[in-house]
């Protein structure tokens, strides 16, 4: 099949949605280095974001700057509909070829 129109539909949805990124993001709390510190001694300790995601079957992480967890969920939620339009795009691909 030379023409899709469901990867036309596909290219011109995903365009839209960058930035654009799989995984998830969870915030967890971590002791500084600061002997002292009285939010350490508390046991509150300071907030920490990370990213966790698959890569080669690995599952890896990374940290976030507080700065940038809205861009961050943003583009994890553009993702996921990304993820939703690859299937409904499969979908729509497959009757293409059971309509030639």
């Known amino acids: 099949m ?3 129109r469901a990867k036309e539909k596909l290219a011109a949805a995903v365009e839209k949605l960058w ?3 799989k995984g998830s993001v969870r ?3 971590q002791k ?3 002997a002292e ?3 350490c001694k508390s046991g509150k300790g300071h907030p920490v974001w990370q990213l966790t995601y698959y890569m080669a ?3 890896r992480s990374k940290h976030i700057p507080r700065s940038l967890i809205g861009d961050v969920k943003k583009a994890l ?3 996921r509909k990304i993820e939703d339009l690859l299937v409904k795009s499969g979908l729509a691909y ?3 070829l059971k309509a030639e």
């Open 32 to 34: 500084c280095v600061k």
């Open 27 to 29: 915030e967890y709390r």
């Open 19 to 21: 930035p654009a990124a």
């Open 94 to 96: 497959i009757d293409e």
């Open 77 to 79: 939620e553009n993702g």
């Open 57 to 59: 079957g690995r599952q």
């Open 2 to 4: 030379e023409k899709s």
């Open 37 to 39: 510190c009285p939010r």
